[in-house]
C-alpha cells in the first residue's frame, strides 16, 4: 500500500516537472493585470503626445504649448504609478519574468513556453531605466535652472562679463546670468517634458512587443503625413489644412510650417518604416527556406509572409516619397547618410540586400517626382550657404564675454540682436539722455543687423542647434552636450532607428529641427527605443517572432515567495487577463 502511494506521488512530481512555475492566486493576478492596463494606457498616451503634437502644426505656436506639457504632466503620473505597481508585483513573485496564460487564467514563469502565449513582462528589469541621456539631460536643467537664479551683479560680472542689461532696474542689483529669465523657464518646461517622453519611451523599450509596436505605430503615422503633404502638393494647397496659414512663413509642407522640419520628421519616420521592412523581408526569407526557385518565391507573396512583405512596402514608400518632395536639401542628404549608416550597422552579409532594397525604394519616388526639380533646389546650395554662414560667424562673434556661461537657454534672438548703444565721438550730436545712460550701464536697447545678410533685419534662430546651443548655454552647454552624444553614441544598438538618430543630429547641423516641439518628442522616445532594442536576447530569439516551442523539461525548479507558490499550476483559476 504504501509502495503504490510512493509510486503515484512521484508520477505527479515528474509530470509537474515538464511544467513551468504557474501562479493564480487572484490578488496577484490582479495586480498582473493593473500593471498591463499601465503599460498600455502609458504607450497609448506617448502614442497620442507623438501624434497630436505633430498634427498641431508641429506645435510651435503658443497654443500649443501648455496641452504638450499637461501631456508631459500625464506621462509622468503613468510612469510613476507603472513603476510603484512593478515593485508591488516584483515583491509578491520576485525579479522573474512572466506572462499571462493564452485564457488569461494563470502567469506562466517562463514566457517563452508554448502555454504563455499573453502579456508579459520582466520584473528582473530596474524601476528606473537610467538611459543613454537621462544624466546629461539633469545635468543640462539643472544649468539651465542655475542660469536663471538671481546673482549679486559682481558675481554675474564675473562670470559673464558680456552679458550687459536690459534695463536700468538690473544695475547693481540681483539678476540672472539669462538674458530672458522668462523665456529661459519656458525653454526648461520644453526639455522637461521631453526628459519625461524619454525616460517613458525607454520604460516602454525593454518590451520586445511594444518595440515592434512603436515601430509600426511610426511608419503608418509616417504614411498618414505623407498622403496630407502629398495631396497638398497635387492640389497646390496654399493653406496647412485648407484652413490654417501659417504666422510666420508660407513655405510650409504636409503639416509643418517648415518644409525642412518635415523632412526631419520624415526621416525618422523612413527609417522606423525601413526596420519594418527589413524584419518583415526575413520573415519572408525564414518562410521560403534555403534556395527556393523562383516560381516558389513568386507563389509565396500570396501566403501571410508575402503579403506581410508587400503591405510592409507601403510605409516605406510613401514616407520616402513624401521626404522627396519636400526637396530638403539637408533633409535628404540625411536620410541618406542614415541609409548608410544603417547598411554599416546591419553587417557584412546583408549589406548588398540593404542596398538593393533601399536604391529601388528610393528610385520608384525619384521617377515619380523628377531629377530636374531636385537638381534645381541643389544648384542653389552656393547661393545659399552665404546666408547660413554668416549668421554662423555673427553667431560665434556674439560669444565674445559669454563663452562661459551663455546668454541663457532659448535666449538666442536677443543674445545676437541686442546690443548697447555704440559711443559717438567727439564733437559729435550727442544721443537723447535715455541712449546716453544706457552706454556707461551697458544696457542692449539697440539691435544690430547682421552683416552679409541683405534684407534681414533679425533671425531667431541660427540655422545650427549646435552653435545656438554654444551662444545660449555657453562652455559647460557644450561640455554636457558632447557627454550626452558620446553617451548616446555608445548605447545605440537599433541599427535602423539609431541611424534615423544620427541623421537628425545631422541634420542639425544645417538647421534648427530640434527646436520643434514634435520633433523632439519623437526624436527622443525613437533614441530611447533605438538603445532599448537590444536588451535581452536578440529578436530572432523571441517568440513574437517565431512560433513558441515546449519548454524542455526542467530539473532544478527556482523557488517562488510562499504568496505565490500557495497557487500552482493545480489551483483553480479566478478570472480573466
Known amino acids: 500500500m504504501s509502495a503504490k502511494g510512493s509510486t503515484v506521488e512521484k508520477a505527479r512530481v515528474d509530470d509537474d516537472a515538464d511544467r513551468p512555475e504557474t501562479v493564480s492566486d487572484g490578488r496577484i493576478l490582479g495586480a498582473a493585470r493593473r500593471l498591463r492596463a499601465l503599460s498600455y494606457g502609458l504607450e497609448a498616451v506617448l502614442y497620442f503626445v507623438i501624434a497630436g503634437s505633430a498634427l498641431a502644426i508641429g506645435s510651435v505656436h503658443p497654443w500649443a504649448y501648455v496641452p504638450l506639457w499637461q501631456c508631459a504632466g500625464l506621462v509622468f503620473v503613468l510612469t510613476v504609478l507603472r513603476a510603484a505597481q512593478l515593485r508591488a508585483l516584483r515583491a509578491q513573485l520576485g525579479p522573474y519574468r512572466y506572462a499571462f496564460q493564452a485564457r ?142 501659417p504666422l510666420e512663413t508660407n513655405v510650409f509642407f504636409g503639416v509643418f510650417v517648415n518644409r525642412n522640419h518635415f523632412a526631419a520628421y520624415m526621416t525618422m519616420c523612413a527609417m522606423a518604416a525601413l526596420a519594418v521592412l527589413y524584419r518583415a523581408f526575413e520573415r519572408f526569407r525564414y518562410h521560403l527556406g534555403g534556395r527556393p526557385s523562383v516560381r516558389r518565391q513568386i507563389v509565396a507573396l500570396g501566403e501571410r509572409e508575402g503579403f506581410g512583405l508587400i503591405l510592409a512596402a507601403v510605409p516605406a514608400l510613401f514616407t520616402m516619397a513624401a521626404l522627396i518632395a519636400t526637396t530638403s536639401r539637408g533633409g535628404i542628404l540625411s536620410f541618406v547618410g542614415a541609409l548608410g549608416l544603417a547598411s554599416v550597422a546591419i553587417g557584412r552579409n546583408r549589406r548588398r540586400l540593404v542596398a538593393v532594397i533601399a536604391a529601388l525604394l528610393v528610385a520608384l519616388p525619384l521617377a515619380w517626382f523628377g531629377l530636374a526639380r531636385l537638381g534645381d533646389r541643389f544648384g542653389q546650395i552656393a ?195
Open 104 to 245: 488569461g487564467r494563470q502567469l506562466v514563469r517562463d514566457p517563452h513556453h508554448y502555454e504563455a502565449q499573453g502579456w508579459e513582462c520582466d520584473l528582473s528589469r530596474p524601476l528606473w531605466p537610467r538611459p543613454a541621456l537621462f544624466w546629461p539631460a539633469v545635468a543640462f536643467l539643472a544649468w539651465a535652472l542655475l542660469q536663471v537664479v538671481p546673482l549679486p551683479e559682481p558675481i554675474v560680472h564675473t562670470l559673464s562679463p558680456g552679458r550687459g542689461h536690459l534695463s536700468m532696474a538690473e544695475v547693481n542689483a540681483f539678476h540672472p546670468l539669462s538674458l530672458d529669465a522668462a523665456a529661459s523657464l519656458r525653454g526648461i518646461a520644453f526639455a522637461l517634458s521631453m526628459l519625461v517622453f524619454y525616460v517613458a519611451g525607454a520604460t516602454l523599450a525593454v518590451d520586445f512587443a511594444a518595440r515592434r509596436r512603436f515601430r509600426l505605430f511610426v511608419a503608418w503615422f509616417g504614411v498618414a503625413l505623407a498622403l496630407i503633404a502629398l495631396v497638398q502638393v497635387a492640389v497646390r494647397a496654399d493653406r496647412i489644412y485648407g484652413f490654417f496659414a
Open 383 to 577: 547661393s545659399d550657404e552665404a546666408g547660413r554662414t554668416a549668421v554662423w560667424r555673427h553667431s560665434l562673434a556674439s560669444m565674445s564675454g559669454t563663452w562661459l556661461t551663455g546668454a541663457g537657454l532659448d535666449t538666442f534672438g536677443d543674445a545676437i540682436t541686442r546690443v548697447p548703444p555704440l559711443a559717438l565721438p567727439l564733437g559729435a550730436s550727442s544721443w537723447p539722455e535715455e541712449i546716453a545712460a544706457a552706454i556707461p550701464a551697458h544696457l542692449r536697447i539697440a539691435r544690430r543687423t547682421p552683416a552679409g545678410l541683405k534684407g534681414w533685419e533679425w533671425y531667431r534662430e541660427a540655422h545650427n542647434d549646435y552653435i545656438q546651443l554654444a551662444v545660449e548655454m555657453g562652455a559647460i552647454g557644450v561640455a554636457i552636450l558632447v557627454w550626452a552624444l558620446v553617451m548616446l553614441a555608445t548605447r545605440m544598438r537599433e541599427p535602423w532607428l539609431a541611424a534615423g538618430v544620427a541623421g537628425i543630429l545631422a541634420h542639425a547641423t544645417v538647421d534648427f529641427s530640434l527646436q520643434i516641439p514634435a520633433v523632439a518628442v519623437l526624436f527622443f522616445v525613437i533614441s530611447a527605443y533605438a538603445e532599448r532594442t537590444s536588451s535581452g536576447r536578440g529578436a530572432a530569439s523571441r517568440g513574437a517572432e517565431r512560433p513558441r516551442a515546449p519548454a524542455a523539461p526542467r530539473k532544478d525548479r527556482l523557488p517562488i515567495p510562499a504568496a505565490a507558490s500557495r497557487s500552482r499550476s493545480t489551483a483553480t483559476g479566478r478570472g480573466r487577463g
